[in-house]
């Protein structure tokens, strides 16, 4: 039976995630269907345009993602203390980008004037909007029910697009911020869609790739800012060069198919992680299979089983075995 949402996701412990969300139906989300020859590659750009779209307004950021054939993976940044710096006009602001609101709500935007009383129910209203535009689900709700309409449209069918739930799993460390980012932005290689990173459409990693040769990091992805990073930059702490370089190093090993070593360069950012060169190579190529819920050192998987009020840590084996491993 699968987990409550209250216990998948604790924003004291961690505050970043990671999403993957499957069609229910046989037929593809993108790609081409071989039994008919119907093309649904023009569905990747709607999915990463809409993506795009709601990180600018909810307080979410894009750490990966890799639009696939069938699924959709997303690694997600949830912003608190950028919520904690919104007025209530910039709440109702972007909450109506998305949704109606109420017509209290919409008069305030306005700026058109209210009784003491409607002002107060509509900070009710902007506090409750407030803790959405932080909340995963809604993040995915938003993404996820635009696409199955269209996409039931040109099919002309009616019925779910996509499973019932989508899957979540807490990054509690470091390790497994960056584990997980490399295998998402992996997968178009690791699946045979790809033959390199730099063409692996509809990724992060592409993304960063042509930003990174104009000396750029990507306004839609949350940036790398260095190994020093200052309290008051917000990003992913470690170097985009290093990063770079540990996806081309294991992007090749896994085309070649063989468990080769990797660069010497690469493995500097390994050690500071704790994680061998072999453990390195099974997350990037199993890593919902090794973990299938929270992912972290075994202490970090322990505190968060204690905040969520499960009985028991779960992939304490498999935390140890590949997140202590160096």
Not at 71 to 81: F, P, S
Not at 120 to 148: G, T
Not at 235 to 259: H, P, Q
Not at 285 to 304: D, K, P
Request: glycine share 6%; net charge neutral; hydrophobic share 40%.
């Amino acid at each position: 039976m699968p987990k409550p949402r209250s216990q998948q996701i604790s924003l004291s412990d961690t505050s970043y995630y990671h999403i993957c969300s499957q069609t229910v139906r046989k037929a593809f989300l993108c790609g081409v269907d071989k039994e008919t020859g119907v093309s649904f590659e023009h569905r990747r750009s709607w999915i990463e345009k809409r993506i795009f779209q709601l990180s600018q307004v909810f307080a979410i950021d894009i750490c990966a993602h890799a639009v696939m054939n069938n699924h959709l993976h997303l690694v997600l940044h949830v912003d608190i203390e950028q919520v904690k710096k919104w007025t209530t006009l910039e709440i109702l602001t972007r909450w109506h980008k998305l949704f109606k609101g109420t017509i209290l709500t919409s008069k305030y935007q306005r700026e058109q004037p209210l009784t003491q009383f409607e002002s107060e129910i509509v900070e009710e209203s902007a506090q409750v909007y407030k803790q959405r535009l932080i909340d995963i689900s809604w993040f995915m709700r938003a993404l996820n029910e635009p696409i199955a309409r269209q996409a039931n449209k040109e099919d002309k069918c009616t019925g779910h697009f996509w499973e019932g739930r989508f899957k979540s799993q807490a990054l509690l460390d470091e390790g497994a911020l960056l584990a997980c980012m490399a295998y998402v932005d992996l997968n178009p290689v690791r699946a045979g869609i790809a033959t390199t990173p730099e063409q692996s459409s509809f990724t992060s990693i592409q993304l960063r790739i042509k930003a990174a040769i104009k000396g750029e990091q990507p306004q839609v992805l949350l940036p790398f800012t260095g190994n020093e990073q200052q309290e008051e930059t917000k990003g992913i702490s470690f170097s985009l060069e290093d990063y770079l370089t540990l996806i081309d190093e294991t992007g090749r090993v896994i085309r070649e198919d063989k468990r080769g070593a990797i660069n010497a360069k690469t493995a500097k950012i390994l050690s500071r992680l704790h994680i061998s060169d072999e453990s390195w190579l099974k997350l990037t190529t199993n890593f919902e299979g090794i973990f299938t819920g929270a992912v972290g050192t075994a202490e970090h998987l322990c505190e968060f089983a204690e905040h969520v009020g499960l009985k028991r840590a779960h992939g304490i084996a498999n935390a140890q075995a590949c997140l202590n491993s160096a």
